[in-house]
């Protein structure tokens, strides 16, 4: 049996602050893309999260990473790769 070294509140802000990183992050990427007007779809675990809110909402689970598809197209990047980056 595996023994926690972070329980009580401490461990409920942290599973809640890992859930706001992953949704920050989502939010970020979907803000930039539509500034930039860029054709974007959200798919994987976060697409099934969507729907899933729509019909059950005490069944929605989240996950670690966001995944975009992004139509092809042709940018000129520059050095600085940090422009296109999510934190």
Same mark, same amino acid.
């Given at each position: 049996?595996?023994?926690?070294?972070v329980t009580g509140e401490e461990l409920w802000t942290r599973m809640e602050r @890992?859930?706001?990183k992953v949704?920050?992050?989502l939010?970020?990427?979907?803000r930039i893309l539509e500034e930039a007007k860029v054709p974007y779809a959200v798919v994987g675990g976060h697409a099934?999260? @969507?729907w899933v809110a729509q019909v059950d909402?005490? @069944?929605v689970r989240t996950t670690r990473d @966001?995944?975009?598809?992004?139509?092809?197209?042709?940018?000129?990047?520059?050095?600085?790769?940090?422009d296109y980056e999510c934190d």
């Open positions: 049996m595996t023994e926690f070294t @890992a859930v706001e949704n920050e992050r939010r970020k990427t979907v099934v999260r @969507a909402e005490t @069944a @966001a995944d975009i598809l992004i139509r092809s197209i042709i940018v000129g990047l520059n050095d600085s790769r940090k």
